[in-house]
């Protein structure tokens, strides 16, 4: 059911309760700064954060990377030399090389299943240069499965604003886990119960496991703990007023 709880604790006389949020936006289509995905499940390939590059498309190599991945182009496209391909192309001299190999690695892409291409994909991002991580995401039901595909594309890292020296596929596998988590139901949220039930406090939105460090039920803690010690300030302060004011004791509420 919506917002079902998963876990109850008592904490420094209040009770927390961490509850699904099932209703929790997709980073990849409602934030900025997420990179952009391909997502391979039961339904087909989907897109995401395309404002960045659609990477599910073949991107296009130059001369000197075609040449800088030989072996790696020539493995996928089942040839021995690019001598071989020339010479089963029946190509004229006016045709270009790098334009044909470009076209028969396009060709060779879309004749893939769609598991086996975003593997293809990701090895094709890495030789043009871009960061790219590609990975199969699970969830707790059986048949929650799918493959995704994340890519730094140039795009993406102009709107990051990042220095060169950042670790860019770190970046893309907590990419990976994020969208994961949103898939598959791993997102909390909590409330938290004075003594008496009272409602006083919720927040929601915590992406991954709600035990982690800085998940839900720390956050949750955290806010108690803020809460408590507000207390004693508020307590402290009521106490200097009443010195100030040389109110009896016996007229002094007690908090």
């Known amino acids: 059911m919506y917002n079902d709880i998963v876990h109850t604790e008592e904490f420094n ?44 498309s073949v991107p296009v190599l130059s001369r000197s990377q075609i040449l800088a991945n030989k072996s790696e182009i020539l493995s996928m496209l089942g ?4 001598l071989q391909i020339r010479r089963d192309a029946y190509f004229d001299v006016d045709t270009d090389p790098v334009e044909y190999i470009n076209e028969q690695i396009s060709e060779h892409v879309d004749g893939l299943y769609d598991s086996e291409r975003l593997d293809a994909l990701c090895d094709l991002y890495a030789m043009v240069g871009m960061p790219a991580v590609v990975k199969d995401v699970h969830g707790c039901s059986q048949g929650d499965w799918a493959k995704v595909l994340a890519v730094a ?19 893309l596998k907590g990419a990976i886990q994020l969208y994961q988590d949103w898939a598959f139901g791993n997102v909390y ?19 991954g496991d709600y035990d982690n460090p800085y998940g839900a039920m720390h956050e949750a803690e955290a806010a108690v703990n803020w809460r408590i010690e507000q207390d004693k300030r508020e307590h402290i302060e009521q106490i200097k007023t009443w010195i100030r004011n040389r109110v009896p004791f016996q007229y002094r509420l007690t908090a």
């Open 189 to 207: 949220g909590y409330e938290v119960l004075d003594a008496d039930g009272e409602h006083v406090d919720s927040c929601w939105g915590f992406f």
């Open 13 to 56: 006389g209040y009770t927390i309760n961490i509850r699904y949020d099932e209703g929790v936006e997709c980073p990849f289509d409602d934030w900025d700064c997420e990179p952009p995905l391909a997502v391979y499940y039961d339904r087909g390939i989907t897109e995401h954060a395309t404002q960045y590059g659609n990477v599910n």
């Open 153 to 171: 594309t140039p795009e993406f890292q102009k709107a990051c604003g990042n220095a060169s020296d950042y670790d860019w596929v770190e970046s």
């Open 79 to 82: 040839y021995a030399s690019f």
